[in-house]
């Protein structure tokens, strides 16, 4: 215990449920020297049982004057999962620096509570794990059923391959938690029946919580177990394939919401996603000048510095140092665009439209924007408007004008555009199945406003003004959850599906646009060929003059 820094604080925390004839036994078996300490704290949870166990512990905690034990008693019973809670909030509301749980029913060892503290403060890991199943023989020794250890092995293999993870044991009651990961993580909103532990354990994986296992001997004794084998497996394969499906986008479950350090990643180098094809055009097209527009991190303005474009990016986050040349702060739902789109060559708007509530306005107002290249300064587009100078005189014949008009059309930059498909083949189906489920990622990202099929997302456009010169269907980037060559061969099918059926089986659609001139560009550059109003003034002036004489 020499090892145990002062600063830390470690809060003990019993669980109980009709466990009278186990307490008085538990406590006479913890280390008599973690009784009465500044750094040490007990705190017994009984579960609303029907048995007198937190009186015979109040007796024995008197009469060997104990004073750093508090014993509650839920008035209603909160589950094994939601007796956990209490203990986790007292933890992070009282500033404990960990809690370690151990079962009222004497299953788990107390001789090793010193033995938490010490792994704990030498390097402060997120989770510690007792670990029965260091060895079948161990387990088997300490009377673990045949049956519980191939379940035990079965579910811990299966969670392993889902997590990534390679621990000997997730069904383990005894473990500790520094309180900074419980703060970190919504755990009042886990079940309360016993996969608790497992939906914790998976929010840490989600976070990449730091994890270490410490052996433990087995004990099962005359204790009752109160968890039905087959219900908990079930719900523990079940909980573990959500968070499978919420890390690769399919579903979104708020137990993981918004955990992720990063939520959106580098898909420039999976085969077959749209930022891959994104910089396919940007090099066919020999862009030198890019404004990408939402360019989140800045993955592929890191790529596009590389193959010597300038990128400017605008985004209301700022990306990753060294990932572009210029980069501006905007809200694009509140905010003008801050750089002329007529500075570059080409526009990127990756995965941006299905966030606006209102994309059609935006796409117009950019549009219209345009017209900020013909003034001298920003200054007289706010101000009061000279219908004689607008349009140009009719004296250089048709031909150039209508040549100079199709000048304008071209400086216009190409927009590289892309957005989910709801109508792919899998919401489709969940749709039949009466199933519309959210996601952290994909086509029903829990963030987005708006939600396209290809006719609507072309429709759209074309109503906005801009010229549609090329439409690609994109598969799932299986290449960008799945590393190897499954991820690759599956991504091959899903980019052939998208190219035979795009309309059904892509996951994304992009396209390649062109902006029409905006109003004020028409208007600014009308052929003037006749003005009444400059008519009217000149034969008001004549006819004055005539008056005067």
């Known amino acids: 215990m020499s090892q145990i820094q002062a600063s830390h604080k470690f809060l003990v925390y019993v669980v109980a449920y009709e466990a009278e004839q186990h307490l008085y036994d538990l406590f006479e078996r913890i280390p008599y020297e973690l009784f009465n300490r500044s750094d040490f704290h007990f705190l017994v949870s009984d579960d609303a049982s029907s048995d007198n166990g937190p009186i015979v512990l109040k007796e024995w905690l008197e009469a060997h004057e104990i004073h750093n034990v508090t014993i509650l008693k839920n008035r209603v019973n909160q589950g094994y999962g939601g007796n956990q809670k209490i203990g986790f909030r007292v933890a992070i509301d009282n500033g404990y620096s960990c809690l370690i749980l151990l079962h009222g029913d004497g299953q788990y060892s107390p001789e090793l509570l010193p033995e938490f503290a010490r792994v704990w403060s030498e390097s402060e890991p997120d989770v510690i794990l007792g670990s029965r199943m260091h060895s079948v023989q161990s387990a088997r020794k300490g009377g673990m059923p045949y049956y519980k250890v191939l379940g035990n092995r079965i579910l811990t293999t299966y969670q392993n391959r889902m997590t990534g993870w390679e621990l000997s044991e997730y069904h383990t009651g005894y473990r500790a938690y520094a309180t900074k990961f419980l703060d970190s993580v919504p755990f009042e909103i886990n079940t309360n029946e016993f996969h608790f532990d497992t939906e914790i354990l998976l929010q840490a994986a989600h976070v990449n919580a730091s994890v270490k296992e410490i052996n433990i001997p087995t004990f099962y004794g005359e204790e009752v177990c109160r968890v039905s084998g087959f219900k908990y497996a079930w719900n523990v394969f079940t909980a573990t394939l959500q968070y499978k499906m919420h890390q690769l986008g399919m579903l979104c479950s708020l137990k993981l919401r918004n955990l992720s350090p990063g939520r959106y990643r580098d898909k420039t180098q999976a085969d077959y996603s749209s930022h891959a094809l994104a910089l396919q055009i940007l090099e066919e097209r020999q862009s030198k000048q890019v404004l990408d527009i939402g360019c989140g991190p800045g993955h592929i303005a890191a790529r596009c510095e590389q193959a010597g474009m300038q990128v400017t990016g605008i985004d209301c986050a700022t990306p990753l140092p060294g990932t572009m040349s210029d980069f501006h702060i905007a809200n694009l739902e509140q905010?003008?665009?801050?750089?002329?789109?007529?500075?570059?060559?080409?526009?990127?708007?990756?995965?941006?439209?299905?966030?606006?509530?209102?994309?059609?306005?935006?796409?117009?107002?950019?549009?219209?924007?345009?017209?900020?290249?013909?003034?001298?300064?920003?200054?007289?587009?706010?101000?009061?408007?000279?219908?004689?100078?607008?349009?140009?005189?009719?004296?250089?014949?048709?031909?150039?004008?209508?040549?100079?008009?199709?000048?304008?059309?071209?400086?216009?930059?190409?927009?590289?555009?892309?957005?989910?498909?709801?109508?792919?083949?899998?919401?489709?189906?969940?749709?039949?199945?009466?199933?519309?489920?959210?996601?952290?990622?994909?086509?029903?990202?829990?963030?987005?406003?708006?939600?396209?099929?290809?006719?609507?997302?072309?429709?759209?456009?074309?109503?906005?003004?801009?010229?549609?010169?090329?439409?690609?269907?994109?598969?799932?980037?299986?290449?960008?959850?799945?590393?190897?060559?499954?991820?690759?061969?599956?991504?091959?099918?899903?980019?052939?599906?998208?190219?035979?059926?795009?309309?059904?089986?892509?996951?994304?659609?992009?396209?390649?646009?062109?902006?029409?001139?905006?109003?004020?560009?028409?208007?600014?550059?009308?052929?003037?060929?006749?003005?009444?109003?400059?008519?009217?003034?000149?034969?008001?002036?004549?006819?004055?003059?005539?008056?005067?004489?």
Request: contains cysteine; proline residues 4%; hydrophobic residues 40%.
């Open 335 to 549: 905010d003008e665009l801050p750089v002329s789109i007529c500075n570059y060559d080409t526009v990127l708007l990756m995965d941006v439209i299905e966030h606006l509530a209102d994309p059609e306005e935006f796409l117009l107002g950019i549009r219209n924007q345009a017209h900020d290249r013909l003034s001298d300064d920003a200054d007289n587009e706010a101000a009061e408007p000279d219908l004689s100078q607008i349009g140009s005189e009719y004296d250089t014949g048709f031909d150039i004008e209508q040549s100079e008009s199709r000048e304008l059309e071209t400086s216009l930059p190409v927009f590289i555009i892309s957005t989910p498909n709801i109508a792919f083949a899998a919401v489709r189906m969940n749709l039949l199945l009466g199933r519309f489920n959210y996601a952290e990622r994909g086509i029903l990202d829990i963030t987005h406003k708006r939600l396209f099929t290809r006719k609507s997302l072309l429709q759209m456009l074309s109503d906005c003004g801009y010229e549609i010169e090329r439409v690609r269907g994109v598969g799932v980037p299986f290449a960008a959850v799945m590393a190897g060559r499954t991820g690759k061969y599956l991504g091959w099918i899903a980019d052939l599906g998208a190219k035979i059926w795009p309309s059904l089986f892509a996951f994304q659609l992009l396209v390649e646009c062109r902006p029409r001139p905006g109003v004020k560009d028409v208007l600014r550059n009308a052929i003037r060929i006749h003005d009444l109003s400059q008519v009217g003034h000149n034969e008001s002036v004549e006819t004055a003059k005539t008056d005067n004489r």
